[in-house]
């Protein structure tokens, strides 16, 4: 029998280049094995082994070990900067498929032709495919290179001796980062990459018991073969900032894988939204508001497992973000300083700790998950304190920028669930302070709720949302403050749903000015007209009326239609005001309120629903309702 080609051709029989010809031409899966052997040459390998990683990665999974020996044995400073090149491959090609893949026929077109291709050269991988977005050939590939690699870079790192090893991580954290957003629905790329940080934290865990925690992480494998030294090795110690330089560093790519996988967290329904923090933490303040016999989150959480692995893996983030010295504090100093713009040129490598910014909204999702395993898991941690103003209040401005700016209310919902569960926590256990923060402060903070209240697709979070705009806005001393945020609100917002919110909290003001006195007294009626609430007067109503009883009739149907939400918050408003046990309110309403608004009302309503029934236009937009609080309404108006 022939002598294998790799075998008869090693060096010195040829020269390292032509060896690498050799081995490109007949290199397959069935060689892998004698290349496996021929590897552990240590003088073999530094000086091909760089240029070995763009011939194996395509042959994965049965090429693993040879990758390992060349991450071992190889130059590390070569190879890490051919892996961190087919990292960033790995981003291009995920661009360049996206724009080439015209429809789905010739998806599958690709997918038969690639695997004839693998079974024709020997591949043993099995393709069967399980899941049409996630198990295409492409994806499965592209997640097992990544894995790969990344599993080279946690060898060959601690390889590199030099003085400033900072400049390769730097260089390394950053491909990985470009590359793990193509692949972060891949439940494999994500637990590869807490794998890597945990290769660099240092800490050694002893293997927990199986169980649910919102802290277990996995523990890696036994120490595998021992690595060559660095062939480049520096006599100079490393310099004595590098150590805090490089700490840095992967604290910051921690913030940055955090926000890169809770960004693509997907809201599975009209209830779970991402890890539904603000629900669940809603759920056990305000147990009594639960709905008997409906699921809680909490137990959705519990019982089902891709949820129960969102938690898993947050769990392990921040336990990764402990070991590196990522404190509760540094989180919190990260979310509400202003933004340093002292680098002019960011792609410069850093050369202090300084220097490496942190991801605010990692930084967000990492002080939740602190909050919530303490909160909703009941596990040992250290909250920092935190306080409405100006804790969330910076927060929030530097996470949703300027509320003219339109775009409030489209960030991921991962985001804004894990700001309103960042505000409620603060709300619920800290009052705001005595001396309250300035109008413009609280004012441009109440904007900012409320435009997430009107603008998130998600419904949970708008009620969410609501609900915190609402406390926030009733906790707030100075009564004419917050009459003049919710005039400003039904007088200049542009959003008919928010208008209707501005309804409901002059509502729960007037409700929670009479509670405070001794309705139906009318000497204390009296006081009140005189020092009290303005709530508990038509004092307040009076000033809104023009913003409120808005002329139905000088608008066409359609625009009726589009502001049907406002108007029905209205006439049930006014509904309340009809059974209010304040005499001025019902008074007031009945006659000086009144000027035949809700004539017009029933008028306009009357004359859109006729019209819809004449058109055959069965569309529920709201007149039916309006219809039973208009007659609701009359009927109170002839009792009285």
Known sequence: MAENPLIQALPPAVDYLSYLSILEYNLSVSQLPVLHDVLQDTTLTTNIGWDLVHLLIPLLPASTSCLQDVARLGNPREVVLKVTEILEGLRTRDTTDDDQEEDEDQEVVESSLQSQAEQSSGGTTDKTSTSPHHDTPTSRDQTAQFCALLDMLA?????????????????????????????????????????????????????????????????????GPLSAPDPEASEEPAAPEEQALQRRLLQSFMTFAAEVYMSALPSDDEEVVAMAWSSRLEEQVHPKRNIPGRRTMREAFEKDEHLHRRDSIMGQMLALARDLHLTPDELVKTLTEPEDLSNENPDDLPSSASDVPLSRPGCLHLLCATIASNILFHAPSTIPALSVFPTFSSTLTNLLGDPSSGRIGTEPASLIDSLLFLGSHTFETSSLPKQPPDDDTFTNTLQRLSLLSANTPSAPLRYHAHILTSRLLHAHPDQNLRL?????????????????????????????????????????????????????????????????????????????????????????????????????????????????????????????????????????????????????????????
Not at 165 to 177: A, I, K
Not at 506 to 534: F, M, P, R, V, Y
Not at 571 to 593: A, P
Request: net charge negative.
């Open 155 to 223: 060898i060959l790192h601690p390889r590199i001796k030099t003085k400033y090893p900072s400049r390769f991580l730097s260089t390394s954290l950053q491909s990985v980062l470009s590359a793990y957003p193509t692949l972060m629905n891949e439940d494999e790329a994500t637990d590869a990459v807490l794998s890597f940080i945990k290769s660099f934290a240092g800490s050694k865990r002893p293997r927990l018991p199986p169980r649910k925690s919102s802290t277990h992480i996995s523990v890696q494998a036994e120490q």
């Open 484 to 640: 003049a945020f919710i005039k400003d609100t039904l007088q200049h917002c542009p959003y008919e749903n928010l208008k209707a919110s501005a309804v409901g909290w002059l509502k729960d003001e007037i409700l929670a000015a009479l509670a405070t006195s001794n309705t139906g007294n009318e000497q204390q009626e009296s006081a009140s007209a005189e020092g009290g609430s303005i709530f508990s007067t038509p004092a307040c109503v009076e000033t809104l009326s023009p913003h409120l009883f808005r002329d139905p009739l000088a608008m066409s149907d359609e625009e009726f239609r589009a502001h049907a939400p406002f108007f029905l918050a209205v006439l049930n408003f006014r509904y309340f005001l009809l059974l209010s046990s304040r005499k001025g309110l019902r008074d007031w309403i009945r006659g000086e309120g009144d000027d035949g608004w809700l004539a017009d009302m029933e008028e306009r309503v009357q004359g859109i629903v006729e019209n819809k029934s004449g058109e055959g236009d069965g569309e529920d937009d709201g007149m039916a309702l309006m219809e039973g609080v208009i007659g609701m309404c009359k009927g109170k108006v002839s009792i009285f």
